[in-house]
């Protein structure tokens, strides 16, 4: 059986998509497709959540949010986890929750909400003079996600993500391209899977 997502069809440049499944790309291969999937991401929304205006969602943009996460109205009592897309999640993920704890806790302090605001602002209005589009806000493509990551540690005064992890997401995301079908089965990056079991040693002893 073979399968087809969306990232596929649009990397290999499909050309044109049959009733018999014939899957034709632009440089005359074909394939024979029993399921196509469209893995075209998510729309945000949340029906049950009632703000007063404060949070909205405006062409899949979230906000307003400082830094992805809190409302500056509602903060720290409100909070979002994993809004960003095109990023590694769970180191993400773990960030942004051990920030809202420390700010929950009172263990660290969040910006006024005056500062909040200004910041989200500027944030939107860079947006707006590169011609980004509102919906992909939340877009960290092109290995934002590395820096937001490690601004986020710094708030909350614990390690940034390792080098070996943004090497290793690095190969993995050139392999991808490179080799759609078999990139998770060959890899050339053994020095980093060395430097990561060393990493991990330290917790283990």
């Known amino acids: 059986m073979v399968y087809l997502t969306h990232w596929y069809l649009l990397h290999m440049q499909i050309d044109s998509v049959h009733q018999d499944g014939r899957v034709v790309f632009k440089d005359g291969d074909t394939v024979g497709a029993e399921i196509i999937v469209?893995?075209?991401?998510?729309?945000?929304?949340f029906p049950f959540l009632e703000t007063n205006g404060e949070v909205s969602v405006d062409d899949n943009r979230v906000g307003p949010l400082y830094k992805h996460i809190f409302p500056p109205a509602l903060a720290p009592w409100l909070s979002f986890v994993g809004l960003p897309w095109k990023v590694v999640p769970f180191p993400m993920f773990e960030l942004q929750t051990k920030w809202i704890a420390g700010a929950l806790s009172?263990?660290?302090?969040?910006?006024?909400?005056?500062?909040?605001?200004?910041?989200t602002k500027a944030f939107?209005?860079?947006?707006?003079?590169?011609?980004t589009p509102k919906r992909y806000t939340h877009n960290m493509a092109n290995y934002q996600v590395w820096d937001y990551d490690n601004w986020i540690?710094?708030?909350c005064?614990?390690?940034?993500?390792?080098e070996w992890r943004v090497e290793m997401y690095k190969f993995a995301s050139k392999n991808k391209r490179l080799r759609p079908e078999s990139y998770r089965d060959?890899?050339?990056?053994?020095?980093?899977?060395?430097?990561a079991q060393r990493d991990f040693s330290k917790y283990l002893n």
Do not use: F
């Not at 469209?38 to 929304?45: E, L, R, S, V």
């Not at 005064?157 to 390792?162: K, L």
């Open 38 to 45: 469209h893995c075209t991401g998510y729309k945000y929304d």
């Open 106 to 119: 009172n263990r660290l302090a969040l910006p006024s909400k005056e500062e909040m605001t200004q910041d």
């Open 124 to 131: 939107y209005s860079s947006l707006e003079a590169s011609g």
């Open 153 to 155: 540690a710094d708030q």
């Open 157 to 162: 005064g614990i390690p940034g993500i390792e």
């Open 186 to 195: 060959e890899w050339d990056d053994d020095e980093l899977v060395l430097e």
